[in-house]
């Protein structure tokens, strides 16, 4: 995917509180985590106002080649890619750095 576009996910929680990794979502469809949470099996995040502002402001950095992330920025995404990597099936993504920042755990 070219450097200019950028998404943010859907967040897939457990009843228990604990969140989908990246690994975990990947394994199975986007259609097997939809149905389980239509039978209420997982919940479905929503994304907040402020991941989609971060993320807003993130895209004309990108669309004009100057976004530049931080240290720790660049190996989450690098992180993501090593995750992606695992599933051929998958096309690689950009992930809102904000977003990533926020919820690490989910490269684990």
């Given at each position: 995917?070219?450097?200019?576009?950028?998404?943010?996910?859907?967040?897939?929680?457990?009843?228990?509180?604990?969140?989908?990794?990246?690994?975990?979502?990947?394994?199975?469809?986007?259609?097997?985590?939809?149905?389980?949470?239509?039978?209420?099996?997982?919940?479905?995040?929503?994304?907040?106002?402020?991941?989609?502002?971060?993320?807003?402001?993130?895209?004309?950095?990108?669309?004009?080649?100057?976004?530049?992330?931080?240290?720790?920025?660049?190996?989450?995404?690098?992180?993501?890619?090593?995750v992606q990597a695992d599933?051929?099936?998958?096309?690689?993504?950009?992930?809102?750095?904000?977003?990533?920042?926020?919820?690490?755990?989910?490269?684990?």
């Amino acid at each position: 995917m070219p450097d200019n576009h950028l998404i943010v996910p859907v967040r897939y929680r457990e009843w228990s509180g604990r969140d989908l990794t990246f690994q975990e979502i990947y394994s199975k469809s986007n259609a097997f985590h939809y149905k389980a949470a239509s039978r209420e099996e997982l919940q479905i995040v929503r994304k907040t106002a402020a991941e989609i502002v971060d993320a807003e402001r993130e895209i004309p950095a990108r669309i004009d080649g100057n976004w530049t992330g931080s240290d720790k920025q660049l190996e989450l995404q690098h992180r993501l890619r090593q995750v992606q990597a695992d599933f051929p099936e998958i096309h690689p993504v950009n992930v809102s750095s904000s977003w990533l920042s926020r919820y690490p755990h989910l490269l684990d």
